[in-house]
């Protein structure tokens, strides 16, 4: 289990005070940063551009140290220990970055083993595994330059597991690709972390991807943690109202009106919105059984009535206006 407690990160910078005047200035990248990572979960972190992802991530993976607070990676300490944790973790990019363009896929991975001293044959073996884990065995000597994108991110993730890591981190592994790479892509790390029980930490910028592969998401903002927990958790908490849409086959004379009057009964903060065909409903309970009866004792027939579920995207950015940070 990875378990880090509080890390915080503080900069030294310099600001201008008048033309020809620097003073120095401190900068607070991360806060308060708690975290854990169990193997065989795929952890999401979430947070707008320069919320403190990508110094978090340098710390987590022993990049950079943390000013304050404290890092465990299975009861190893990996503040005063990060070259026995780099053994046990790694790191993938989106994009076309962290592999060579002018070298082999083979050649490419060849590399990287050697530089965590892996053995020639064990080398050989994992290399040809990873390959065909990924769908690249064919091409293992044509070069980068001459792969597809998709091909570049299946060889980034053939890297990253390289060292056979128990801990794995994914900074936009689907940024850039097309939606069924994308999809590809999924399928291969919901594989590491439920089939080899990998745990992964995985940060996106789509929400869709979060909603279906992380089994438990942390929210971040100006470098702290501003929420976290599951999709529905996060959403329950977010939102206190829930959304309907309801259309008709039939509706009688003044049906918004006296459906509204009804519903009153039960929530006397209900709204009712027709629009584009659609009767959009607000409530802070879940009314599709009053709405029913009212339509069956009035002979409506409902065409389709169904709760909307707020997208992962728009919490966030909810949390991150209201700024609640949990106790």
């Known amino acids: 289990m990875i378990e880090a407690k509080n890390l915080k990160k503080v900069y030294e910078t310099k600001v201008s005070k008048g033309l020809f005047k620097k003073e120095k200035a401190l900068v607070n990248a991360v806060n308060d940063v708690s975290i854990r990572i169990n193997k065989g979960e795929i952890i999401g972190f979430l947070g707008i551009n320069g919320a403190g992802k990508t110094t978090t991530i340098k710390m ?9 607070g404290s890092y465990y990676v299975d009861g190893i300490d990996a503040i005063k220990n990060p070259m026995v944790i780099k053994k046990k ?21 060849w590399y990287y083993g050697s530089l965590y001293g892996l053995d020639s044959k ?3 073996e994992r290399i040809d595994e990873l390959l065909k884990l990924v769908g690249l065995y064919e091409n293992k000597d044509k070069k980068v330059e001459e792969f597809s994108k998709g091909m570049k991110q299946r060889l980034q993730i053939a890297r990253g597991l390289i060292n ?7 900074d936009e592994p689907t940024l850039g690709l097309d939606a069924i790479v994308s999809k590809e892509l999924r399928k291969h790390i919901k594989s590491l972390a439920k089939e080899k029980n990998k745990g992964i930490l995985l940060t996106s910028h789509y929400m869709e991807e979060v909603e279906e592969l992380c089994d438990y998401i942390y929210i971040l903002d100006k470098g702290n943690i501003i929420n976290q ?6 959403a329950k908490d977010a939102f206190s109202h829930i959304n309907l849409k309801l259309s008709l086959y039939n509706e009688g004379y003044n049906f918004k009106e006296h459906l509204l009057k009804k519903l009153q009964e039960e929530d006397n903060k209900v709204k009712i919105i027709l629009k584009e065909g659609y009767y959009n409903i607000e409530s802070t309970k879940d009314l599709r059984v009053e709405i029913s009866e009212f339509c069956n004792k009035n002979e409506i027939l409902i065409k389709e009535i169904f709760k909307i579920e707020p997208r992962l995207e728009d919490i966030i950015i909810k949390l991150s206006n209201t700024r609640k940070v949990p106790n």
């Open 122 to 124: 064990l080398l050989n």
């Open 60 to 68: 987590l993976t022993t990049l950079i140290s943390p000013t304050e």
């Open 164 to 170: 056979d890591p128990e801990y794995l981190f994914m």
């Open 89 to 109: 973790i790694n790191m993938v990019a989106g994009g076309e970055r962290m592999i060579y363009w002018r070298l082999t896929a083979y050649e490419n991975l």
């Open 229 to 234: 927990g599951t999709a529905k958790e996060l």
